[in-house]
């Protein structure tokens, strides 16, 4: 008996200017990853429709996420780069696993209840059903890993949950149909159609925070433009941002214990280190003891040269439509071919009749 081939899955939506804790958390990895696995990455734009429907620039939002998987160094001949709604089987499947998941799962999903805000009943069904478009994006490929920062850990969970249901419920069938996969379970050892896929949140900075609230993570949607780093600012942006980055009033610590209780120190410092390639230990050996206003400027001149040049290339890069277009219209094709497969397994598996 077969085991599933590691194949690695993930995506970024098409809403807003991209930001140094979307590049940390996940394009970083993602370039990392692109020597030892096969991979597929993905634009998901169908995602952007469930917070606001009506967007001005949707598919200049997805060229420039294409851009900023390009401008980081992801090779689209030796990775699949597309965009969702490309291939049709992502929506086909999240209608079946919308039929698997209950509705209980989803609305304990903690990016849903902070979406949804206080008027919930008011939220669209696509947002309380995102995560089960998000199983099915990583699923529809039979994906083994998934490459996320943290806060996509709890709708990893759920995908498993998901998978393992489908997998129970239509045991006999996948069974019947020798489509089954064997699989370590804990100690056990399973057999069925859907991996239980692995999160892989790990590298140095799998949640960056905001730079002017240490609690919270740095989003795209956050108001204040300056509680981000985004890909496109230019050096001086990175530079004044860095320098009204809020921190607190006493020196950095002499070891790294010393972080804990400062979110904002403990943020900047593990900025560096992610963005240097080095440890948090490293930058406190470095720069323990230290003023604010000695680091800062040693930080504003490691995030210009690392994330200057990427905002470069992102911008040539954009500056070709037809290119981009070219490469997710290649990935689209690629990714389809094995999504068909796939499905047409799944219609075998839940009874559907097509042919
Ligand atoms: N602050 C972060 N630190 C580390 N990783 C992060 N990611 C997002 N924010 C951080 C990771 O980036 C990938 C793409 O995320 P996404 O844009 O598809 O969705 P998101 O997580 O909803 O991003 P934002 O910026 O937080 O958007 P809004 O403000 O709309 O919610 C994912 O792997 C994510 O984990």
Redesign the pocket.
Known sequence: MSEFRQLIF???????N??????????Q?FVALQDSYDCIYCV?DM?SLT?TLVHDDLMEQTRA?AAAYLACGLDPKKNIIFNQSRVPQHAELAWIFNCVARIGWMNRMT?FK??AGKDRENASLGLLAYPSLMAADILVYRATH???????KQHLELTRDIAQKFNNDFSDRIAALGLGVEMMVGEEKVNGFFPLTEPL?EGP??????LRDGSK??????PSDLS?INLLDDADTIARKIKKAKTDPEPLPGDVEGLEGRPEADNLVTIYAALAGTTREQVIADFGGRQFSDFKPALADLAVEKLAPIGEEMRRIAGDPAYIDGVLRDGGERAGAMAEQTMKQVHQIVGLLVN
């Open positions: 993930s995506g970024v939506q098409p809403t807003g991209l930001h140094l804790g979307n590049y940390l958390g996940a394009l990895r998901v995602h917070a996420i990016q902070d979406k998934v490459p996320v920062g943290e806060d996509q949140i900075a799998p949640r960056v925070m905001s993570k740095m989003s795209k949607s956050d981000r």
